[in-house]
């Protein structure tokens, strides 16, 4: 779709442009597999030598209008779709990562990325040096060694809700001959388009506002076809140098800056790995994307009403979110969220543990689940559920208040939320 369309006629219209007489809403191909005349044809495929689908295990019609669609949004050149947000993370960095090399990363990320890069990355012989969100350029540019290869943050990271400076990292990582990696999912590409400060990929859990409803669990990762990666091709020997497993092909020279890092990670990766979304789940995505920036708009206005009213309650130690004038990100957010962020705010509770289970429980609208970012307003205290086998003093530590609840704004009438609110405080 022309890049002179805004964000809502790319929601609703995008990565999916029907002919005369075909489905006016993208169809599901609900196959495995693709029917060809000649091996000679199918070959070619194999070969990376004409573009078409022969497994769904590489490529499928549905998921790839989606991820059009996705690539559009971000403004990028080429997308794919992930089983989840956890293998979009995982291909991104591993397509240009290998033992030996060394990640840059934000400490402040979700906790299944945080895991994956620290633990298991780790067992695969990739270091990693974490960096504050707000550290300075100069303890930025000292996190870099000489076999660094990425360099990764979360534009508003879950659940710390820090807000990254991206221009700042994106130089950094550039200055030192890499690219930077965003993982976009909480403010989507409606609030934020991390490519237009500098980042070179950026990724998703579809899982959360992208899908909006709760329904599936997927990924995406788009390139802007902006990293030159020939340039530095003695980093990046997986793009540059040829791949014995498709007979020689160097991707960054037949594919071009444009085409090499998707291409690889499908026909490498996916082939590999086999994290693919299923097109069923595409579709529901799609379903989704198309009221996204309806949505998220929404999700704003809800959580800053919500922000503001627990930011003046005498119950409340603290409120974090980047759209209030008092949150240390707040300046970095008017930068890069001038929209607002998302519909996620963390506060604590006074009274820690007690009070956050106290407080949870007398909600009416509000559910405890595993799970932010959709339609139907959750939340979340991380010392009774996700992190309870730690301490009240581990938890300090950790920067996660006992107290603290993370709750994630749906759609629902913020008057509603808030009165749910202020009526479970009052059991506090
Ligand atoms: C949820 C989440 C992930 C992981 O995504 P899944 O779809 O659950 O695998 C990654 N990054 C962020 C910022 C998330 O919120």
């Not at 999700?299 to 119950?315: D, R, S, T």
């Not at 004038?325 to 607002?340: I, M, N, R, T, W």
Request: charge should be negative.
């Amino acid at each position: 779709m022309a890049v002179e369309f805004g964000q809502g006629t790319k929601c609703v219209q995008g990565g999916y442009r029907p002919g005369n007489g075909e489905p006016r809403q993208v169809p599901i191909v609900q196959s495995t597999t693709f029917k060809y005349e000649s091996s000679e044809a199918m070959g070619r495929l194999f070969d990376l030598e004409d573009s078409g689908y022969f497994y769904t295990r590489l490529q499928n019609p549905t998921n790839d209008a989606v991820a059009a669609k996705i690539a559009e949004l971000e403004g990028g050149c080429a997308a794919m779709l992930t089983s989840s947000g956890q293998a979009a993370n995982f291909f991104a960095l591993f397509n240009i990562c290998e033992c030996g090399s060394h990640i840059v990363a934000s400490s402040s990320i979700y906790g299944g990325t945080f895991n994956l890069i620290a633990v298991t990355m780790a067992k695969m012989g990739i270091e990693v040096t974490f960096v504050s969100p707000d550290c300075s350029e100069e303890e930025l540019n000292g996190a870099f060694k000489e076999n660094t290869r990425a360099v990764f943050g979360e534009t508003i990271a879950n659940p710390a809700l820090t807000v990254l400076d991206i221009e700042l990292f994106a130089k950094a990582a550039h200055a030192h001959g890499v690219p930077l990696i965003v993982d976009n999912t909480f403010p989507t590409p409606v609030n934020c388009q991390p490519i237009k400060w500098g980042a070179d990929i950026v990724t998703h859990s579809t899982t959360k506002y992208m899908d909006g409803h709760g329904a599936g669990v997927g990924g995406a990762i788009v390139d802007s076809g902006h990293f030159d990666w020939m340039a530095h091709k003695d980093k990046f020997p997986g793009l540059c140098q040829p791949d014995d497993s498709y007979h020689g092909i160097v991707y960054a020279e037949k594919f071009g800056k444009e085409g090499a890092f998707i291409t690889k990670a499908t026909s490498q990766l996916m082939r590999d790995f086999g994290s693919i979304q299923s097109p069923q789940n595409a579709f529901l995505l799609n379903m989704g994307l198309e009221s996204l920036h309806v949505r998220m708009a929404r999700h704003v206005e809800n959580g800053q009403a919500m922000a503001e009213f627990l930011e003046k309650h005498p119950k409340i130690e603290k409120v974090s979110y980047s759209g209030l004038k008092s949150d240390p990100f707040y300046e970095v957010a008017q930068k890069y969220l001038p929209q607002g962020g998302c519909g996620v705010v963390s506060f604590e509770i006074k009274g820690g543990r007690k009070a956050a289970e106290a407080f949870m429980k007398e909600l009416k609208i509000a559910a405890i689940e595993t799970h932010v970012a959709d339609a139907r307003t959750c939340c979340l205290n991380p010392a009774t559920s996700t992190h309870r086998q730690m301490t009240d003093e581990q938890l300090a530590a950790a920067g996660i208040p006992a107290g603290l609840v993370r709750l994630s704004c749906g759609l629902e009438d913020a008057a509603d939320l808030i009165a749910d609110v202020e009526n479970a405080l009052k059991a506090v």
